[in-house]
C-alpha cells in the first residue's frame, strides 16, 4: 500500500470514494488504509492507493441536505468508480443487535417516498430497507410502526447520497452499523442537538446538558460504547469492501 499527498488523479475506472457523515466513523478506516489528509469539493477528505488504486474518504455533514451537496461537490470535482455510503444508524427491527453491518437491499426517502436501490457490495447478500428522515425518529412506538411497514433501520443521509449518485450515473452501496435501536429510547432531541452540521459534538453542551439532566450521563455513555463498536465492525466491512474491490 502507497499513500498519495494529493487528491488521487482519477484513472480510466475513477477513485472507489468512502462517503460519511461524520469524522469519527471513518477515523479507524483511514488509519487502517494510511491515507493522507486533503480536501475533495470543499469537503475534509483523505485520498491514497490502495494496491494502486486510488482511494477517498470524505465526511459529507449530518443530514439529507448537507449530505446532498457535499456528495454533489464531491462528485464534480473527481471521477468516481463507486461510492461507498458508511456509517451508524438506528435499528428498528428487534432482531438487529448493536454493532450488526447491515446492507440494505433497498433506501427510502421519508419525505418524497422515493426508493432507491444499491449497488451490491461484492460477495454480499443485501437484506433490509433503510429509512432516511430529516430528523430524530425514536421511541418503542415508532419503532413498532415502521418496522410492520417494512422498514429495518433508519439513517438521515443515504437517501440524499443516493439521488446525487443516481444523477450522475454512478454506482453506490451501502454499509450502516447498529449503534441504537429505537426501541430503547436513548436519544431524545437534546442530545441530537449536540451533533454539529459536521458531525461534530458539541462537547460544552454535553457537559450543560448533564448538568441539567444527570440522568442523561449513563445514556451518553451507553451510546458512546455502542457507537465504538459499532463504528469497529462498521471498520472491518468497509475495510474488506474497499481491498476485495481494488483486487478485483
Same mark, same amino acid.
Given at each position: 500500500m502507497t499513500n498519495a499527498n494529493q487528491p488521487p488523479t482519477p484513472g480510466r475506472t475513477g477513485t472507489l470514494t468512502v462517503l460519511a457523515a461524520m469524522e469519527a466513523e471513518i477515523r479507524p478506516l483511514v488509519r487502517s488504509l494510511a491515507l493522507t489528509p486533503a480536501r475533495v469539493g470543499g469537503r475534509r477528505a483523505?485520498?491514497?492507493?490502495?494496491?494502486g488504486a486510488p482511494v477517498l474518504v470524505a465526511t459529507i455533514g449530518v443530514g439529507s441536505a448537507n449530505a446532498a451537496g457535499s456528495t454533489a461537490r464531491i462528485l464534480d470535482a473527481i471521477e468516481v468508480s463507486r461510492v461507498l455510503v458508511a456509517g451508524v444508524s438506528g435499528a428498528v427491527d428487534p432482531a438487529l443487535s448493536i454493532a450488526d453491518v447491515v446492507v440494505p437491499g433497498a433506501v427510502i426517502d421519508r419525505m418524497s417516498g422515493r426508493s432507491y436501490r444499491p449497488t451490491a457490495p461484492p460477495d454480499t447478500q443485501p437484506s433490509g430497507t433503510l429509512l432516511t428522515c430529516t430528523g430524530l425518529v425514536t421511541g418503542a412506538e415508532e419503532a413498532t410502526n415502521l418496522h410492520a411497514g417494512g422498514i429495518s433501520l433508519v439513517d438521515m443521509e443515504t +437517501?440524499?447520497? !443516493? !439521488?446525487? #449518485?443516481?444523477?450522475?450515473? #454512478?454506482?453506490?452501496s451501502v454499509y450502516r452499523a447498529?449503534?441504537?435501536?429505537?426501541a430503547d429510547e436513548l436519544l431524545d432531541a437534546s442530545m441530537?442537538?449536540?451533533? @454539529?452540521?459536521?458531525?461534530?459534538?458539541?462537547? +460544552?453542551? !454535553?457537559l450543560r446538558l448533564v448538568a441539567r439532566r444527570p440522568s442523561?450521563? %449513563? %445514556?451518553?455513555? @451507553?451510546?458512546?460504547?455502542?457507537?465504538? !463498536? +459499532?463504528? +469497529?465492525?462498521?471498520?472491518r466491512r468497509v475495510r474488506d469492501d474497499v481491498h476485495r474491490s481494488v483486487s478485483g
Open positions: 483523505w485520498t491514497g492507493t490502495v494496491q +437517501a440524499a447520497v !443516493a !439521488a446525487v #449518485c443516481e444523477r450522475n450515473d #454512478c454506482r453506490w447498529i449503534s441504537d435501536r429505537l441530537i442537538e449536540l451533533l @454539529r452540521p459536521d458531525g461534530t459534538i458539541d462537547r +460544552a453542551g !454535553a442523561h450521563m %449513563r %445514556r451518553l455513555v @451507553r451510546l458512546g460504547i455502542d457507537t465504538r !463498536a +459499532a463504528i +469497529a465492525a462498521l471498520t
